[in-house]
């Protein structure tokens, strides 16, 4: 994510005034995966900024003798069994912006590396204000062996100062999380093995504690990456339709290492199933959100007929007013002993104002 800022950012400089006549040129080495990492990043800058789709970017990358880039890959040793293009980043990119997840106008590089770092709490927004993965919290504050290591207190500060209310612990108990709940936070714990992938009920339970929490959710294992990454791509993947290699790339935009082995390819097997459950839900939530303006309407129109009653009470009756009234007072009379005798033909009077009808 620094990186793509800094490239916006040295291409809108060099855009200035001063710099308009010139061609700008934007180049890497012949290292093949140097070479991919600058097609992200200035793709990126054409998808933010110039307002291109990822596919026009795209085109515009792979045209001349740029025929093909190297995918990415995942930060595990074995073989790799999932790739990753430019495309699907730029895609991952757009949908980010689409639903507003940064803003490189308000973006604050300084605090994106301060905190990315070990020893300030390695942790990065992945959904601004909603989802936080963050490295998972020991019993005390040290340094074993050179590694920088944060008690759950550590955190208590910049939670509460970004309205992170819930934690969710996929790994192993390591601290006691009652040092989180007494300190008026929630805390959920959701394991499964490291390198797994999450059963359907942790699955649920996880996009649960998410949508019924109205701060945000930090969520961490042992070092972030794989199970928290593979949870947080399965709530992209329900609530903002994000496909499975569009939250991949996102995931690991803001936080490099993310989604490991079978997690990318579990991701892929639940992206139809995740996108179905979110529909439904849109769907039921409009329908309830249809019900309750239909109601309100009627409310108000009944509210609106009321105050006609009223207003009709105070003033004095005309001729025909007048006859209106006798006409239903007679209507509802002849129904009310109709009804008292038990209407023998089994019918009801209806009132207009033109005449009764028997149906």
Request: hydrophobic fraction near 35%; aromatic fraction near 12%.
């Amino acid at each position: 994510m620094k990186d793509t800022r800094r490239c916006c950012n040295n291409m809108t400089l060099f855009k200035s005034f001063t710099l308009t006549r010139k061609r700008i040129v934007h180049y890497a080495s012949f290292d093949q995966s140097k070479r991919s990492n600058a097609a992200v990043l200035i793709g990126g800058y054409a998808v933010i900024y110039l307002k291109k789709t990822p596919e026009e970017a795209y085109r515009a990358l792979i045209s001349g003798s740029n025929a093909s880039y190297l995918p990415f890959r995942d930060a595990s040793f074995g073989n790799c069994t999932y790739n990753l293009t430019v495309l699907d980043c730029l895609q991952g990119i757009r949908k980010a912006l689409q639903h507003g997840f940064f803003n490189f106008e308000t973006f604050d590089v300084d605090e994106y590396e301060h905190y990315e770092r070990v020893e300030n709490g390695d942790l990065n927004w992945i959904v601004p204000g909603k989802l936080l993965a963050f490295s998972g919290p020991h019993p005390k504050t040290t340094i074993e062996n050179g590694y920088p290591l944060h008690a759950p207190e550590a955190y208590f500060p910049y939670f509460r100062k970004h309205n992170v209310t819930s934690i969710v612990r996929l790994n192993k108990k390591i601290y006691d999380a009652k040092r989180f709940t007494d300190a008026g936070f929630d805390h959920y714990d959701l394991f499964f093995v490291d390198g797994s992938t999450p059963s359907d009920i942790i699955t649920r339970r996880f996009l649960h504690i998410c949508e019924s929490t109205e701060g945000a959710v930090a969520v961490h294992c042992k070092a972030g990456l794989g199970r928290t990454g593979t949870l947080i791509g399965c709530y992209l993947m329900k609530h903002y339709r994000f496909t499975a290699s569009e939250a991949i790339a996102w995931i690991r935009i803001c936080r490099p290492g993310s989604v490991i082995g079978p997690q990318q390819n579990f991701l892929e097997e639940k992206q139809s199933v995740l996108w179905l459950l979110g529909d439904s839900e849109l769907s039921q939530k409009a329908k309830v959100e249809e019900r309750a303006v239909s109601h309100f309407i009627t409310s108000m129109d009944n509210l609106t007929l009321n105050s006609t009653h009223n207003s009709d009470m105070c003033r004095p009756p005309t001729s025909n007013r007048l006859h209106e009234v006798k006409h239903t007072h007679t209507c509802w009379y002849k129904l009310f002993k109709l009804t008292v005798n038990e209407r023998p033909d089994g019918g009801s009077y209806t009132c207009c104002r033109e005449k009764c009808i028997l149906q």
